[in-house]
């Protein structure tokens, strides 16, 4: 049922004890641990085990071990032994059916607010295709709809509701709005941690959703080019200038908002374009860093290869520090985790698994183990942190997957990229 450690021996369930590292070669829902493979702590596990009938199904570890296995047969068997293996096994048997009732309902519920976030963001999609389409033709209409979904928005994160990110860096191109979707949401949930106003998160979503407004009269080969010349990079980074302008023919934006879209691509450091700013507002700062970060996964150009979010927050801690308030790039991570929502994981004892929420640790996330003997209502949902035992190797590349493994996981849809803003 699994690939067993290298040197994993057999022994038989009378030859437990506490110390040995174990791999029970079972299904997932045939036993109450919440790994296949973990260290036998008490005479309880030893119980439970022994219970479990895992006879020919039972390894021990020896260099994760801490003590050798008992010679087989154990123990002599207490003088009630059958009676008191009766009772452990009804108890197991109960434990077992309230443990996997538990991960059901747990697991309908996660999908049940995915679902309800799907929807609201189609909704805001649908909703932002629409005001984006029409800002240069009809600026104040487009800018009442855009003030009402930023109202809407920054008021349910106010509140602390489900927020969704779709996979970033794994759609084919489907228009701005979903960039700006995506930027919204990120910097909504950053400024929520940040504990920013309702004002200002309006001001923020605002901005956010228009920061591209311009690219609209800017042509699309110079928009996917990778390799822009000179004239071309100018004519590219008026889209800034086109934002503002068409910002404020709106009438819906503050001062406070327009001015975040005219610094989305400066630093901290003065790098930035166009202006050079270095003293940069708090809401300009954090939509500079949401925008890269998206820009990162899903680039422009169809010739620049996306990042996976894991590798675009490294890239972004360890090349371009200087360039983010030091403060909010830490929030950011602590936020996404080192491995956000959407990123497929190897796990040390060799499984696959789907990150789905960032966890206490943010290098030990909550995650959707890789169990195709299980069907979706059985998927194994572990948070890393009540797994010590188990750490994360590396972060995988999706189109290195096989393609049976890619559709189980289906990083895209399934409950992929969704957390609570809650989630501490």
């Keep these: 049922m699994g690939t067993p450690d290298t040197d994993a021996v057999p022994i038989d369930p009378s030859q437990l004890q506490p110390g040995l590292f174990v791999w029970l070669d079972v299904k997932w829902m045939d036993h109450p641990f919440l790994t296949n493979r973990f260290m036998v702590r008490k005479d309880a596990d030893v119980a439970v085990i022994q219970a479990l009938q ?11 071990s801490t003590v050798e296995p008992l010679p087989p047969g154990g123990a002599p068997p207490a003088p009630d032994a059958t009676e008191e293996e009766a009772r452990i096994q009804q108890a197991i048997e109960a434990e077992r059916l309230a ?12 999908k049940d607010a995915a679902a309800r976030a799907d929807r609201a963001w189609e909704n805001a999609a649908s909703a932002t295709r629409q005001a984006l389409g029409t800002l240069a033709q009809s600026p104040r209409m487009a800018g009442k709809h855009l003030t009402q979904l930023s109202k809407e928005t920054a008021a349910a994160i106010s509140h602390g509701p489900e927020a969704l990110l779709h996979l970033l860096g794994t759609k084919d191109d489907q228009g701005p709005q979903f960039h700006a979707l995506n930027v919204m949401t990120l910097c909504m949930l950053m400024g929520r941690k940040l504990a920013l106003s309702e004002r200002d998160l309006v001001d923020l979503s605002m901005a956010a959703l228009a920061h591209d407004a311009g690219k609209a009269v800017i042509p699309q080969p110079i928009l996917k080019s990778s390799r822009r010349k000179k004239h071309e990079e100018d004519h590219y980074r008026m889209h800034v200038a086109h934002s503002v302008q068409l910002a404020r023919e709106s009438g819906a934006f503050t001062r406070r908002a327009i001015e975040m879209i005219a610094q989305h691509h400066e630093a901290v450091d003065g790098s930035g374009w166009p202006n050079r700013v270095k003293d940069m507002s708090t809401g300009a700062r954090i939509l500079a860093m949401c925008n890269r970060y998206d820009r990162l996964c899903a680039p422009e150009s169809p010739d620049v290869a996306p990042m996976m979010p894991s590798e675009a927050l490294a890239h972004m801690l360890r090349q371009e520090a200087n360039k983010y308030d030091t403060q909010m790039l830490g929030t950011l991570i602590k936020l996404l985790g080192v491995y956000p929502p959407g990123t497929v994981i190897k796990l040390s004892d060799g499984k696959l698994a789907l990150v789905v929420s960032p966890g206490t640790d943010i290098q030990r996330p909550r995650v959707l183990l890789y169990r195709p003997d299980s069907g979706d209502a059985d998927a194994p949902l572990l948070d890393l942190a009540k797994a010590p035992e188990l750490k994360v190797t590396e972060a995988i590349r999706p189109s290195t997957l096989a393609p049976e493994v890619l559709q189980w996981l289906n990083p895209q849809k399934r409950l992929a990229c969704f957390f609570s803003a809650d989630d501490s």
């Excluded at 895992?54 to 994760?64: A, D, E």
């Design 54 to 64: 895992t006879q020919g199904h039972l390894y021990y570890v020896p260099s994760k």
């Design 99 to 110: 443990q996997a009732m538990a991960r059901r309902e747990k697991i309908r519920q996660v």
